[in-house]
């Protein structure tokens, strides 16, 4: 039924933390998908311990470094679950979270072809509050993820997604580029689906360190990836989305201008 995606490059001693969440889930029709962007490092060793354990369904791929995205679209088309979910090698479900999603939220959304899946809450480990204080009125609601960047108060989530969607929205990498903004993925999605906003946890995010976060690589090393993010942000995004919006506006075109800028400079 769901396929857990995690991505890790040399992080294999934070995958304990990932690990244990899943082993906390009394829902357990799940697989975990592990794609190894090149590390060299003990992740390798590490997961064939779990697997050894064989406590829960464990799959394995290592590539060559390719970036976070590359990754991604690998899991997405090796997935063999019908929801998928990406979840960061130091990353944890929330206790029991998957019991509480998959038995009161996703019949609601199965048969609704204009939903691609769940947008549910992380809580954030250094404060215990949740990362996004974008809100509903009620406990969930079908919504357009441009009403919650129009909101000026987006944040981090964590998406249950229908993986014969995302079948149609890989990232767009090549040799050359190995990290895209996700928010290209977003603006891409929501011109056609809509998610259900649940205001329920599901995960939690440890953000007392930083090592190989992407989200803070500089703009000129991965100047081409940004610029297909920040264009496609101007081309997807309503015009009336930036109105609410206008400080992400004036972000997306001073990026949009940098990157191309860096593009021109390092040809």
């Given at each position: 039924m769901l396929t857990i995606f995690t991505p890790t490059f040399n992080r294999g001693d934070h995958l304990i933390k990932c690990y244990d969440s899943l082993l906390n889930q009394t829902y357990s029709d799940f697989e975990w998908l592990i794609i190894d962007d090149g590390s060299t490092d003990n992740t390798k060793q590490i997961v064939k311990a779990f697997q050894n354990e064989k406590k829960i369904t464990i799959r394995y791929i290592y590539q060559k470094n390719a970036g976070k995205q590359a990754a991604w679209n690998?899991?997405?088309?090796?997935?063999?679950?019908?929801y998928f979910i990406g979840v960061d090698s130091d990353d944890a479900l929330m206790e029991d979270a998957l019991g509480l999603?998959?038995?009161?939220?996703?019949s609601i959304i199965e048969n609704n072809k204009e939903v691609i899946g769940i947008r549910a809450l992380s809580k954030k480990e250094s404060s215990q509050q949740a990362d996004s204080t974008y809100s509903i009125d009620n406990e969930y609601s079908i919504n357009s993820w441009f009403d919650e960047f129009g909101s000026r108060i987006y944040g981090e989530r964590i998406d249950i997604?229908?993986?014969?969607?995302l079948k149609d929205y890989l990232y767009p990498v090549t040799d050359d580029i190995k990290f895209i903004p996700e928010i290209w993925f977003y603006s891409m999605i929501s011109k056609?689906?809509?998610f259900m906003y649940v205001n329920k946890?599901?995960?939690?995010?440890?953000?007392?360190h930083g090592d190989n976060r992407l989200s803070r690589s500089s703009l000129e090393k991965h100047a081409k990836g940004h610029l297909i993010s920040r264009t496609a942000m101007l081309k997807n995004i309503p015009i009336r989305y930036f109105l609410r919006n206008p400080v992400a506006l004036a972000k997306t075109i001073i990026r949009w201008v940098q990157s191309s800028y860096f593009v021109i400079k390092n040809k």
């Open positions: 690998r899991a997405v088309l090796n997935a063999n679950g019908e999603f998959f038995d009161k939220y996703i997604l229908k993986t014969n969607i056609k689906y809509k946890f599901l995960r939690v995010f440890f953000d007392e």
